[in-house]
């Protein structure tokens, strides 16, 4: 078995909660009409044009102008953004502070855009103090699962995919990361990834 010489995170889902529900329950009460705008209006795509550098002051003020009528709804999501943070995922910030005490190099690869990444970490400040590098996609101009993103971290930070371990809740990253030699978690629930990491040798049994 390989020993993982750094382990690598990903963010949201894994140690941040972040849905855009939690914003648009508040505006949008009807779950249908919630749902229909949520997957028409402001789709993933276009949250993902954001992950990949767009400005997001610019999305929304282009998606405005384009669906006359909800433009409130659509301006909420930059000047109510910090509401889609639904706190820390259970138990995985415990796990990554017990993985730091051991020594062991500890990275962040998120999809997150520019200009929501410091309302995050004004937020949780843990999410830059627990990592030595973190690599955001916003600021990279190009997201998960993209391999580029995974080069830009590997290259940045000295790391060898068949040495570092992968913590992601996305299977499609995943997949990148076990194709590019990763040790790759897809994470579902601290307490497996907790399992998991014992059977890597990097943490002890509880």
Not at 72 to 97: D, I, K, N, Q, S
Request: proline share 7%; glycine share 8%; charged share 20%.
């Amino acid at each position: 078995m390989v020993v993982a010489a750094a382990v690598v995170f990903d963010l949201g889902g894994v140690l941040i909660d972040w849905n855009p529900e939690y914003l648009y329950r508040k505006v949008i009460p009807d779950a249908d009409q919630r749902r229909e705008f949520l997957t028409t209006i402001c789709t993933p795509q276009w949250n993902r044009e954001m992950d990949e550098g767009r400005s997001v002051p610019e999305a929304v003020a282009a998606l405005s102008d384009a669906n006359p009528g909800y433009e409130p709804l659509v301006e909420a999501w930059w000047a109510r953004w910090p509401e889609m943070l639904g706190g820390e995922v259970p138990g995985t910030r415990t796990l990554v502070e017990a993985l730091a005490r051991t020594g062991l190099p500890l990275y962040a690869l998120t999809n997150w855009s520019a200009e929501t990444w410091p309302l995050g970490v004004q937020q949780y400040p843990f999410l830059e103090e627990l990592f030595d590098g973190i690599v955001v996609s916003g600021q990279e101009r190009i997201a998960k699962p993209d391999p580029q993103l995974f080069a830009i971290l590997s290259d940045r930070f000295d790391l060898d995919p068949h040495t570092t371990a992968y913590v992601d809740d996305s299977s499609a990253n995943i997949a990148t990361a076990s194709g590019l030699g990763y040790i790759a978690h897809l994470f579902t629930t601290a307490d497996r990834l907790h399992g998991w990491l014992t059977e890597i040798g990097l943490l002890d049994a509880r």
